[in-house]
């Protein structure tokens, strides 16, 4: 079954750390691009990170320098994580994993379920 399951999200003080991680399970998504969204109360989702099949990472310029990606493949389950520092009240968001396929397949994404992120003292 393909799926994308999320955990690691919570309750983490200004200027803390936190770790996201994602298990994609089926061995389709060792094409496809994985990364993470967020979207906070009455806004957009908005794109966090990404990481394609060849390691190759891209960050929003608001978590450039504070958060890292990384990917990871065992067997057909390919897992992606968000280390997430110096975190700020502004971060605080629901955030989504995401499996994006390459745009020659003519398939669509997947989306998590998400998990909630609140900075907070």
């Known amino acids: 079954q393909v799926q994308l399951e999320e955990s690691g999200g919570g309750l983490v003080q200004p200027g803390g750390s936190l770790k996201l991680s994602c298990l994609a399970s089926?061995?389709?998504?060792?094409?496809?691009?994985l990364g993470w969204y967020r979207q906070a109360p009455g806004q957009q989702r908005e794109l966090v990170a990404t990481?394609?099949?060849?390691?190759?990472?891209?960050?929003a310029d608001s978590v450039k320098d504070r958060f890292n990606i990384s990917r990871d493949r065992n067997d057909a389950k390919t897992t992606v994580d968000l280390q997430m520092s110096s975190l700020k009240p502004e971060d605080t968001a629901v955030y989504y994993c995401?499996?994006?396929?390459?745009?020659?397949?003519?398939?669509?994404?997947?989306w998590g379920q998400g998990t909630q992120v609140t900075v907070s003292s």
């Open positions: 089926g061995s389709v998504f060792m094409v496809y691009t």
């Open positions: 990481v394609d099949p060849g390691g190759r990472a891209t960050f």
């Open positions: 995401n499996a994006n396929p390459p745009t020659n397949l003519g398939l669509l994404p997947y």
